[in-house]
Nanobody
Framework: QVQLAESGGGLVQEGGSLRLSCAAS????????MGWFRQAPGKEREFVAV????????YYANSVKGRFTISRDNAKNTVYLQMNSLKAEDTAVYYC????????????????????WGQGTQVTVSS
Protein backbone atom coordinates (compact mmCIF):
# COMPACT_ATOMS: atom_id res chain seq x y z
CA GLN A 1 0.00 0.00 0.00
CA VAL A 2 1.16 3.50 -0.85
CA GLN A 3 -0.13 6.86 0.25
CA LEU A 4 0.53 9.96 -1.82
CA ALA A 5 -0.23 13.46 -0.63
CA GLU A 6 0.08 16.52 -2.87
CA SER A 7 0.47 20.06 -1.63
CA GLY A 8 1.42 23.47 -2.96
CA GLY A 9 -1.50 24.29 -5.21
CA GLY A 10 -3.28 27.61 -5.13
CA LEU A 11 -4.30 30.72 -7.04
CA VAL A 12 -1.67 32.59 -9.02
CA GLN A 13 -1.67 35.20 -11.76
CA GLU A 14 -0.47 34.44 -15.26
CA GLY A 15 3.31 34.51 -15.42
CA GLY A 16 3.60 33.43 -11.81
CA SER A 17 5.10 30.31 -10.27
CA LEU A 18 4.07 27.50 -7.97
CA ARG A 19 5.88 24.49 -6.60
CA LEU A 20 3.91 21.32 -6.04
CA SER A 21 5.11 18.59 -3.70
CA CYS A 22 4.03 14.98 -3.42
CA ALA A 23 5.01 13.07 -0.31
CA ALA A 24 4.92 9.28 -0.48
CA SER A 25 4.72 6.74 2.28
CA UNK A 26 4.29 3.01 2.61
CA UNK A 27 6.70 1.54 0.05
CA UNK A 28 10.26 1.86 -1.20
CA UNK A 29 9.73 5.15 -2.96
CA UNK A 30 13.12 5.22 -4.64
CA UNK A 31 12.38 1.99 -6.52
CA UNK A 32 9.58 3.36 -8.67
CA UNK A 33 8.98 5.99 -11.32
CA MET A 34 6.63 8.84 -10.50
CA GLY A 35 4.43 11.11 -12.55
CA TRP A 36 2.44 14.31 -12.48
CA PHE A 37 -0.85 14.46 -14.36
CA ARG A 38 -3.61 17.04 -14.48
CA GLN A 39 -7.29 17.28 -15.22
CA ALA A 40 -9.06 20.47 -16.22
CA PRO A 41 -12.84 20.86 -15.94
CA GLY A 42 -14.61 19.01 -18.75
CA LYS A 43 -11.39 17.45 -20.01
CA GLU A 44 -9.67 14.11 -19.68
CA ARG A 45 -6.72 13.64 -17.41
CA GLU A 46 -3.45 14.36 -19.21
CA PHE A 47 0.22 13.67 -18.76
CA VAL A 48 2.35 16.56 -17.49
CA ALA A 49 5.73 15.15 -16.48
CA VAL A 50 7.25 11.86 -15.36
CA UNK A 51 10.54 10.89 -13.78
CA UNK A 52 12.44 7.62 -13.45
CA UNK A 53 13.32 6.12 -10.10
CA UNK A 54 16.84 7.56 -10.24
CA UNK A 55 15.75 10.88 -11.71
CA UNK A 56 17.91 10.23 -14.76
CA UNK A 57 15.03 9.96 -17.23
CA UNK A 58 12.48 12.75 -17.43
CA TYR A 59 9.73 13.46 -19.95
CA TYR A 60 7.48 16.48 -20.29
CA ALA A 61 4.32 17.21 -22.19
CA ASN A 62 5.00 19.65 -25.03
CA SER A 63 2.62 22.13 -23.45
CA VAL A 64 4.78 22.51 -20.33
CA LYS A 65 8.27 21.91 -21.70
CA GLY A 66 10.61 24.73 -20.79
CA ARG A 67 8.27 26.02 -18.06
CA PHE A 68 7.85 23.09 -15.67
CA THR A 69 10.54 21.05 -13.93
CA ILE A 70 9.98 17.69 -12.26
CA SER A 71 12.43 16.44 -9.65
CA ARG A 72 12.58 13.99 -6.79
CA ASP A 73 14.33 13.64 -3.47
CA ASN A 74 14.44 9.94 -2.66
CA ALA A 75 15.80 10.61 0.82
CA LYS A 76 12.63 12.59 1.57
CA ASN A 77 10.26 10.33 -0.40
CA THR A 78 9.07 13.39 -2.26
CA VAL A 79 8.58 14.38 -5.88
CA TYR A 80 8.25 18.02 -6.94
CA LEU A 81 6.83 19.96 -9.84
CA GLN A 82 8.20 23.47 -10.23
CA MET A 83 5.85 25.44 -12.45
CA ASN A 84 7.01 28.76 -13.90
CA SER A 85 5.49 31.15 -16.42
CA LEU A 86 2.07 29.80 -15.63
CA LYS A 87 -0.72 30.29 -18.13
CA ALA A 88 -4.49 30.27 -17.73
CA GLU A 89 -4.60 26.95 -19.60
CA ASP A 90 -2.53 25.35 -16.83
CA THR A 91 -5.55 25.61 -14.54
CA ALA A 92 -6.43 22.09 -13.40
CA VAL A 93 -6.33 19.65 -10.56
CA TYR A 94 -2.82 18.22 -10.43
CA TYR A 95 -2.24 14.63 -9.33
CA CYS A 96 0.91 12.72 -8.55
CA UNK A 97 1.08 9.00 -9.14
CA UNK A 98 3.45 6.07 -8.71
CA UNK A 99 4.06 3.09 -10.99
CA UNK A 100 4.61 0.06 -8.77
CA UNK A 101 4.64 -2.28 -11.76
CA UNK A 102 7.75 -0.87 -13.34
CA UNK A 103 10.50 -3.49 -13.54
CA UNK A 104 13.20 -1.17 -14.89
CA UNK A 105 12.36 2.04 -13.07
CA UNK A 106 11.68 3.91 -16.31
CA UNK A 107 8.63 6.15 -16.43
CA UNK A 108 5.59 5.72 -18.63
CA UNK A 109 3.67 8.60 -20.17
CA UNK A 110 0.40 6.70 -19.86
CA UNK A 111 -1.70 7.24 -16.76
CA UNK A 112 -2.93 3.65 -17.11
CA UNK A 113 0.42 2.42 -15.87
CA UNK A 114 0.21 4.20 -12.55
CA UNK A 115 -1.21 2.30 -9.62
CA UNK A 116 -1.66 4.79 -6.82
CA TRP A 117 -2.73 8.40 -6.96
CA GLY A 118 -2.86 11.30 -4.60
CA GLN A 119 -6.02 13.23 -3.87
CA GLY A 120 -5.01 16.08 -6.14
CA THR A 121 -4.24 19.76 -5.58
CA GLN A 122 -6.01 22.60 -7.37
CA VAL A 123 -3.97 25.03 -9.43
CA THR A 124 -5.81 28.09 -10.68
CA VAL A 125 -4.10 30.61 -12.94
CA SER A 126 -5.94 33.87 -13.40
CA SER A 127 -5.58 35.90 -16.57
Amino acid sequence: QVQLAESGGGLVQEGGSLRLSCAASGRAFSTYPMGWFRQAPGKEREFVAVISRSGGKIYYANSVKGRFTISRDNAKNTVYLQMNSLKAEDTAVYYCAIDLGSYDGLPSLSDQRYDYWGQGTQVTVSS
